[in-house]
């Protein structure tokens, strides 16, 4: 069996004890704003682009923080696709809105989990443990 792992970047951004995630066109889960790096990205330039394509916010480079990496099974993969989502947070200037492949925003609780793809769920217990959610 051969693995294949999707490396991405994720923002974190937490409002009110609950995290910002997307809907992209066509997706039945949620997932965080973000995405893959091109060709010699690296982790600043990749998710301020995303974000910039997704949300139409500039992050705050000055405020731009690693929170931690988390693994899971990819969604709406091939089996045996995993994730490997690197996650971080900053503040923002501009109004979020959605932009992009993006359809929806929505702040998700604990209790509404089951709505996150599994990489986002394991970004909320992330935040989670790191006491971002109060």
């Given amino acids: 069996m051969i693995m294949h792992m999707l490396d991405v970047v994720a923002w974190v951004h937490i409002v009110d004890g609950k995290m910002l995630a997307v809907r992209a066109r066509g997706r039945d889960l949620l997932y965080l704003p973000g995405g893959k790096r091109e ?34 099974p990819a969604h709406d993969q091939p089996e045996h696709a995993h994730v490997r989502m690197a996650c971080f947070t900053a ?11 993006v359809d929806e925003l929505r702040l998700v609780s604990m209790g509404e989990r ?21």
């Fill in 114 to 134: 089951d709505l996150l793809a599994p990489a986002a769920r394991a970004a909320l217990d992330l935040a989670a443990d790191s006491g971002l959610l109060g």
């Fill in 91 to 101: 503040a923002f200037r501009g109004r979020l809105r959605p932009s992009g492949e």
């Fill in 39 to 72: 060709a010699g990205e690296g982790d600043w330039a990749a998710i301020s682009r995303e974000v910039r394509e997704e949300l139409s916010v500039e992050l705050d480079p000055l405020t731009f923080r690693p929170l931690g990496v988390v693994h899971a």
